[in-house]
């Protein structure tokens, strides 16, 4: 895509001042890393908090007698079990179970908010508005006019706790409401994609600036930092969150990919529920699996993978862990190939390079560790 087809976010000029590096990504113009340096960023959200613009993010905005029975036909969590002021991650499938997207439901007073990965909005808001037919819902694409922040990390709540009203040892994980930021109206939702605890804010975009600088300015005690998408993508791949386009796509079922926690059964009918169930019921023919680098080498997404000399899979994600200080990654591969400690070469640079299957995920989530 050529550079003056990409989007900008508001806080574009931002970022180009204090001296991020700038990339395209999922058809934006996003910040990769700041002069910090990815893992400095990666770090810092790890043992204080970084602050990330993820404006591209696309967010809808359902509401109307018939939203939640919508919903619930529309993706893989049972939504009657988010009460309101709680968030949800789903997955909405195809027919045949492949992924259209994975998304994250916030359930409001009067509406959800559901956010999209940004690369797949249009194409979400197609799928959702071919399937609303004559149900009583209203569905409105507002991501021109909602701006997302996400504030993530241990001091994440104190840095918070300094510019906004909402009472923030009450919001549990998961929860969301509303209240104001650094004086301006917003959702407070106490979610993110690093595996900390964190914040993701959504206000109206005239404020981006004045919200992203009242942020910073309060968490400068505590050391908050901007951080770009390279940070963000090594934080989640080491909590071993999927990413659309790596870990899932339309190729892929959440139950291979191991969201089955997303997948509820027992609500009733959805759309690409009977073809996960015959996976479920049967098991599936290919697992994601963690792997570690045994030898020297840097996977890579798309990179081949090799067990018994035999050609069975392909990189999703590769990378070096800042937090565990060694290269990782994860790979789809015959079911009989991802039990722990199993013996696989990544094939890097047409040189096959030893690695082993190891237990998911590489760092443990904060919320998980109780």
């Known amino acids: ?13 931002w ?19 700041y002069p910090t340096g990815p893992i400095e960023e990666h770090k810092r959200v790890r043992s204080s908090a970084g ?33 309101v002021h709680q968030a949800h991650y789903g997955l909405m499938c195809y027919d045949d179970g492949g992924v259209v997207d994975d998304v994250f439901l916030y359930h409001l007073p009067d509406h959800w908010l559901v956010v999209v990965n940004a690369a797949n909005r249009e194409k979400d808001l197609a799928w959702l508005q071919a399937h609303v037919g ?13 701006y997302m922040i996400a504030l993530q990390g241990p001091k994440a709540q104190a840095i918070l ?32 994609y690093t595996g900390e605890y964190g914040y993701e804010l959504f206000f109206t975009a005239d404020e981006a600036v004045h919200v992203w600088e009242a942020l910073l300015e309060a968490g400068e005690p505590d050391g908050l930092i901007p951080c770009g998408l390279a940070a963000r993508d090594t934080l989640r791949a080491e909590a071993c969150l999927p990413l659309y386009g790596h870990e899932i796509h339309s190729e892929i079922d959440p139950i291979s990919a191991g969201l089955r926690f997303a997948v509820r059964f027992d609500k009733g009918n959805f759309l690409g529920r009977d073809a996960l169930l015959k996976v479920h ?26 067990a018994n000399g ?8 590769g990378l070096y862990s800042p937090t565990t200080d060694r290269y990782v990654g994860m790979a789809y591969v015959p079911t009989e190939f991802a039990a722990v400690g199993t013996e696989l070469s990544i094939i890097i640079r047409d040189r096959p390079r030893a690695a082993r299957v190891v237990r998911r995920p590489f760092y443990v989530p904060a919320y998980r560790r109780r």
């Open 281 to 306: 019921l049967e098991g599936p023919e290919y697992r994601l699996v963690a792997f570690e680098m045994v030898e020297r080498g840097v996977p890579r997404q798309g990179y081949e993978v090799v």
């Open 51 to 83: 602050l990330f613009d993820i404006d591209h993010m696309g967010q809808f905005r359902m509401s109307g007698p018939n939203a939640e029975a919508f919903l619930q036909r529309m993706q893989t969590w049972d939504v009657s079990r988010t009460a």
């Open 1 to 13: 895509m050529a550079d003056q087809a990409l989007k900008r976010t508001r806080l574009y000029d």
């Open 134 to 146: 004559d149900a009583d819902v209203t569905l409105r694409d507002v991501s021109e006019e909602t």
């Open 310 to 317: 035999i050609s069975v899979g392909e990189v999703t994600t």
């Open 161 to 192: 706790q300094r510019v906004t009203d909402v009472d923030l040892s009450q919001l549990p994980f998961h929860g969301v409401i509303e209240g104001t930021v650094a004086g301006v109206p917003a959702v407070v939702g106490a979610t993110g």
């Open 15 to 33: 970022h180009v001042r204090a001296g991020a590096r700038m990339v395209a990504f999922a058809g934006w113009e996003m910040p990769v890393q």
